[in-house]
């Protein structure tokens, strides 16, 4: 069964403090890795996809990154607007979306 | 934003009631997909649809049916409702099964 894996489960940070945050997989065949950015109240918000390890994709302050077994969304000079749910989730083989529980992160002014 | 639309977007049921919930897409993408998300569970999926008539389990769906008669609707239907399927139903829409999935707003469901 395929399994998403996300750490750590909360992270507050310092305006201006980057950081990483990992998603560690084990899916059968991987066809996509995706990044989600959550707002309370709100469906789900795409941010990224990556296809084979070496990919990276970076948007304003974010980049991801993926390994065989990993993959890391990296934040640099976070605001407080970045503050969210931070979803990660895989598709293999058997076809079906599978998430991991997702990283809330703070950002204090 | 993509064309996906949920209703209703709130419900309150009584358990032993059946319940459906629509998931409506205009945007002709082929994969469809009901979640619920839970505190400490994040997203679970329920099922999901590879195209019209087609469909598949996922890991949370004991007590749910689907069905997707037209390529824009998956509806999801709790065939007794009960306490344990209070949460946050969201639907999304995939053009392929390793394309991006775009998210609906969510439906709030409370069974009491």
């Known amino acids: 069964e395929d399994q998403v894996t996300q750490s750590p489960e909360a992270l507050r940070l310092q305006e201006g403090e980057s950081s990483s945050l990992n998603c560690s997989y084990t899916v059968s065949g991987l066809r996509g890795l995706f990044w989600y950015r959550q707002d309370p109240g709100k469906g789900p918000e795409f941010l990224f996809t990556?296809?084979?390890a070496g990919e990276e994709k970076e948007k304003e302050r974010l980049k991801a990154t993926l390994t065989k077994k990993e993959s890391f969304l990296h934040i640099t000079a976070p605001k407080p607007e970045d503050s969210a749910t931070y979803l990660c989730a895989a598709t293999g083989a058997n076809s079906k979306l599978t998430f991991g529980k997702g990283i809330t992160l703070s950002v204090r002014p | 934003d993509a064309g996906i639309t949920q209703s209703p977007r709130h419900k309150v049921t009584e358990t032993g009631t059946p319940v459906t919930l629509r998931c409506h897409q205009t945007e002709n993408h082929r994969y469809m997909y009901w979640y619920r998300q839970d505190p400490g569970h994040g997203l679970r999926l329920i099922h999901y649809?590879?195209?019209?008539?087609?469909?598949d389990k996922g890991e949370v769906s004991d007590g749910y049916s689907v069905s997707r008669s037209k390529t824009e609707d998956f509806l999801l239907t709790l065939e007794s409702a009960t306490s344990s399927q209070t949460s946050v139903y969201f639907c999304a829409i995939s053009e392929e099964v390793n394309t991006e999935a775009f998210f609906g707003q969510g439906t709030r469901l409370t069974v009491v």
């Open positions: 990556l296809y084979s």
């Open positions: 649809s590879y195209g019209v008539k087609d469909t």
